[in-house]
């Protein structure tokens, strides 16, 4: 019965995915979107947050870093062109600059709580009602000195020098000082915070994937890199309690040895029993493995919140193993590229570029540029992060809490 129901589940999904006309659109309606038709949530999130405030890199930003100047001149022009793989269809009322051919984790998040889209902190004609984004598309965990310094190889779509995650911490602050908090005392300012959702999205993504293609590469990073970038993802997630979050949830990291950015380059013989990078992924295993330690001695310290951590790396290995399952045809090729090589992806040769192209069915794929995540399967993971137990605790439990049954 259990196995019918998750069939059930995800043949709706599929059925509303291929009914959809994915996008990334860039308009300015910030209308409340309803939770995907044939998507049922386990748990009624609908009325339980009225605000999220969102921190993360590319799979959470929506539109920080096109705002702030940090991507590439020519992946920034992509987005007021018609032709452009980032927003090349008839959509949906999304706002913003999404590095995907539509909605992210965060999005369906918003569409489950019956909230409008999040603005990004960045957009000045932005309606902050529901919370805010503070997420940034390229930036990191390690100090921005740090990649200054060295030359990291190829740094993608975003330019040399990376903003890092403290970036985001003094927006929030400027934020809740400006607009959230002001007129309010301390506590007042901490009892209005604790009824927000705060959403730290994936982080440290970037720095491995730049030490990844440095002359340093997935056999030399040390812990101590590691160590300091969950340093400073734990300072954020503290930064956040002090100043009252009472819910928080943390992401893990994906593996990134399964991306065609590290595929490409990486050597021929260097394979997991999933045909991923086994080098760079046994990276990501470390770092999440830390994370989770770090935030169980958060949660002895903060026992009054609600810290969650999100498997990331688990939940899409699990799509990848089961990709069929998922109606996923392509498991590794990305769907905008340079039509080159088994995964459609040249690091030079980056989506939108000329001589590049886009899928017809971009639903059939889970990589959309070789780096970043097509709108399908953010769906599916949205699907398992909230409702297939890949969340520590449960968000069912989170719900409990805020509603003051647990």
Request: glycine fraction near 8%; charge should be neutral; aromatic fraction near 12%.
């Amino acid at each position: 019965m259990a196995n019918s129901k998750y069939m059930f589940l995800q043949i709706s999904c599929f059925i509303l995915l291929l009914s959809l006309s994915p996008t990334y659109a860039h308009n300015k309606s910030h209308k409340s979107t309803p939770p995907p038709i044939g998507f049922q949530a386990r748990v009624d999130f609908k009325g339980c947050f009225n605000k999220v405030y969102a921190f993360g890199d590319s799979n959470t930003d929506i539109g920080n870093a096109y705002y702030l100047g940090t991507l590439k001149s020519f992946i920034s022009n992509l987005f007021s062109q018609a032709w452009s793989p980032y927003s090349s269809s008839e959509s949906s009322n999304l706002s913003g600059y999404r590095l995907s051919n539509g909605r992210l984790v965060i999005d369906f998040l918003c569409e489950t709580l019956h909230i409008p889209h999040l603005s990004a902190y960045k957009d000045s004609s932005a309606n902050f009602s529901s919370g805010a984004n503070f997420a940034i598309a390229g930036s990191t965990a390690l100090s921005n000195d740090l990649f200054g310094h060295f030359n990291f190889g190829n740094p993608l779509m975003w330019k040399q020098n990376p903003e890092s995650i403290l970036t985001q911490l003094d927006w929030f602050d400027s934020f809740v000082g400006e607009r959230e908090c002001k007129g309010k005392d301390e506590d007042a300012c901490k009892s209005e915070l604790g009824k927000a959702l705060f959403w730290i999205g994936e982080m440290g993504g970037n720095d491995y994937a730049r030490l990844f293609a440095s002359s340093i590469g997935p056999a030399i990073v040390n812990n101590q890199f590691t160590e300091q970038a969950v340093d400073h993802i734990c300072t954020l997630a503290l930064a956040l309690l002090d100043k009252g979050a009472k819910f928080l949830v943390v992401q893990g990291i994906p593996p990134i040895g399964c991306l065609p950015l590290q595929l490409t380059t990486c050597p021929s013989n260097d394979r997991d029993q999933n045909g991923c990078s086994a080098s760079a992924n046994l990276v990501i295993k470390g770092h999440n493995d830390l994370l989770q330690k770090r935030l169980d001695t958060i949660r002895i310290r903060y026992k009054d919140s609600m810290v969650l951590y999100i498997d990331y790396y688990n939940a899409f290995k699990t799509i990848l193993e089961k990709h069929r399952q998922y109606q996923f045809k392509e498991p590794f090729k990305a769907c905008c590229g340079s039509g080159g090589g088994p995964f459609n992806y040249l690091p030079n040769l980056l989506c939108g570029a000329f001589g590049t192209s886009t899928c017809k069915d971009s639903s059939i794929h889970i990589n959309f540029d070789g780096v970043h995540l097509t709108e399908n399967m953010h769906l599916h993971l949205f699907d398992l992060f909230f409702n297939q137990g890949f969340s520590t605790p449960s968000f069912a439990d989170l719900i409990k809490k805020k509603n003051g049954k647990f």
